[in-house]
């Protein structure tokens, strides 16, 4: 399970005697291990266990914010993957009732409200019912392992949101957060339906709603091997993170408006903060980058600030004005990018305050920020960037938000009103997925051109870039983007028979002038002998008669659309490059994340 990312780890077994063992550790799984060496326990003998790898959403990687998470009393251990949204209320409740918390999680909440349930009332002795009463006051999204040292033969597990499969096996059964985990045991799998919880035990398992209804999960025979199943069934990581596009979506947006306000993460800057802001820079490297200069069209149209995006390699040399009313926003899904930290470095330097939006908790730059926003893209293992890039456009618009929020510049029904508009993007990602066979199949057709332009105006620009930049790290392929009316300045030259350039159309429904522009930017070059491969608006029928490949995308608002066009360009770099028999997951010469400047 290592592949999904970990920044500690963690065992519970029940010896069968009633005894509940314990072991977690933050960092790599080695350390883990180390402790239960240290601790004798380097072979367990129990009835019933479980493990964890932790991605940090809430509290940063360290031991106490490890799981398996403990009750006061030690019989309770529980795992979770997910967001738990109203777990500072039940923080506050556990605590009024003297519940004394150990961590800085959401997680631990469970395990105290489980125990509570399980100590008392009408669920009372009843570890199945003690759960499922409380995934009833669970908000979020959550997949929960439990086990009680009185239960030593159970293990009850339950989902909303977030990924739970059963593996049958022969005498024994298990729960995980995908098959990987017991593809070597078995493949006679069943997977859980949304609220659903299951209660395992020797005998096997049994499936009820949240009330203890009895229900039916998804029974399914998993025909991959471990390799295909740690990739969901893909041949690569990034296809699979192109798929879970919309889920990381929705899991950064989560959590974030509350009581019809912006919130963010540790944001450890007050309103008056964010009022006192006069200018904007966002500093980011590659892809991160691009979603910075998305965000700049989005800022300055809602909060009426300047936004400077700058390469992050280039900032601190070029002796930026910065001061303490300049607010700095770092983009980073590694949050180690060295390029990012040193300009962040600079920036406090320099008095500015520092806003973090990273995907990876306890990094080295959201610790260096002021503030913090995280996107909750999960794990990205592929090396270019996909889900993560989404991810961060996101949050940058919720930066954005809480900036025109702070200042004014948006009434709080417009700010309510952006953000419901955002929620509606997973939505139309996962439609967007729904279409790209015949990108697919495009990309196999030019897994042979020598270069590939790309055009866009207004945030269509951005996605150009991010275009080309993918083609160029997984395809090894020449491609440039450019802002289309860039095109007489110089680069339509570059136009000659049959050289495919792919065009980002804006809606014809938004900035009507910039529409046109573009197809008569398009019909320019298709005159000149270009193949044109034209994303656009489905129903643009306009833009039809000059597309020789169309790509439709459904219609979202003008500032949204690099959420639903960026993605037919991530799928068509990734199958030129698989058509070009390279490695998309690591193409050559490239890291995950650059710690070196
Ligand atoms: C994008 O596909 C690349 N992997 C690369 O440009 C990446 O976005 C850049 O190195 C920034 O990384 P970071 O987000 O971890 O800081």
Not at 46 to 67: L, V, Y
Not at 343 to 372: F, M, W, Y
Not at 392 to 413: E, H, M, S
Not at 430 to 438: A, F, I
Request: glycine share 8%.
């Amino acid at each position: 399970m290592e592949y999904r990312g970990y920044d500690s780890a963690g065992v519970a077994v029940l010896d069968g005697g009633g005894a509940l063992t314990v072991e977690r550790k933050a960092g790599r799984l080695a350390n883990l291990e180390a402790a239960l060496d240290t601790a004798g326990r380097s072979s367990f003998a129990g009835t019933a266990g479980m493990g964890h790898t932790r991605w940090a959403t809430h509290g940063a990687p360290i031991d106490r914010n490890s799981h398996p998470h403990r009750d006061g009393s030690e019989r309770v251990a529980v795992v979770h993957n997910g967001i738990i949204e109203n777990f500072a209320a039940l923080r506050a409740e556990l605590e009024a009732a003297g519940v004394e918390l150990t961590s800085d999680t959401d997680t631990e909440t469970a395990a105290h409200l489980v125990a509570r349930a399980y100590a008392e009332g009408d669920t009372k002795g009843d570890l199945p019912a003690s759960v499922r009463a409380v995934c009833r006051r669970l908000e979020g999204a959550f997949t929960l392992v439990v086990t009680h040292a009185d239960e030593p033969d159970l293990v009850v597990a339950a989902r909303r949101s977030s990924p739970l499969v059963v593996g049958v096996g022969d005498g024994e059964t298990f729960v995980a957060s995908d098959v990987a985990a017991f593809i070597e045991h078995t493949r006679d799998a069943i997977e859980l339906g949304q609220d659903q919880l299951v209660v395992i035990s020797r005998d096997g398992c049994e499936v009820t709603d949240f009330f203890g209804e009895p229900a039916q999960g998804k029974p399914f025979t998993v025909d991959w091997d471990l390799s295909a199943a740690e990739k969901g069934g893909h041949e690569y990581f990034m296809l699979k993170e192109i798929e879970e596009q919309p889920d990381a979506l929705a899991n950064t947006l989560r959590g974030h408006f509350e009581s019809g306000r912006i919130v963010l993460d540790e944001q450890r800057m007050s309103d008056q903060d964010l009022r006192d802001v006069d200018k904007v820079f966002v500093v980011a490297c590659g892809s991160a980058y691009h979603s910075g200069l998305v965000a700049k069209y989005a800022i300055e149209h809602w909060c009426r600030l300047p936004v400077e995006v700058e390469l992050a390699s280039e900032f601190r040399y070029r002796d930026p004005v910065l001061d303490r009313d300049t607010l700095v926003v770092a983009v980073s899904q590694s949050g180690e990018t060295a390029d990012t930290l040193e300009a962040v470095r600079h920036a406090r330097e320099q008095k500015a305050r520092v806003l973090a939006v990273c995907n990876t908790n306890g990094a080295q730059i959201p610790r260096e920020s002021d503030a913090v926003l995280y996107t909750h893209a999960g794990p990205e293992i592929g090396v270019a960037s996909t889900k993560a890039f989404l991810a961060q456009i996101a949050a940058n618009y919720l930066v954005g938000l809480a900036l025109a929020q702070a200042r004014g510049t948006k009434y709080p029904d417009e700010v309510a009103r952006e953000f419901a508009e955002l929620e509606a993007m997973p939505a139309a990602v996962h439609k967007v997925l729904s279409t790209v066979d015949q990108v697919r199949e495009l990309g196999r057709r030019m897994s042979d051109a020598k270069a590939v332009l790309f055009l866009g105006r207004h945030v269509g620009f951005p996605v150009a870039l991010e275009g080309a930049l993918k083609l160029k790290e997984l395809a090894y392929m020449h491609a440039e983007g450019f802002a289309a009316g860039e095109l007489k300045h110089g680069p339509i030259a570059l136009i000659e028979e049959g050289l495919p350039v792919v065009v980002v159309m804006p809606s014809p429904k938004g900035r009507a002038v910039l529409h046109a522009k573009l197809v008569s930017n398009i019909s320019e070059i298709q005159a000149r002998g270009a193949r044109t491969i034209v994303i656009a608006e489905e129903g643009d029928e306009t833009v039809r008669p000059f597309a020789d490949e169309l790509v439709e995308v459904p219609a979202v608002p003008t500032l949204l659309q690099p959420l639903v066009s960026t993605v037919p360009l991530q799928v068509l770099a990734a199958e030129i490059a698989r058509s070009r028999g390279y490695d998309v997951d690591k193409p050559r010469n490239l890291a995950k994340s650059v710690t070196v400047e």
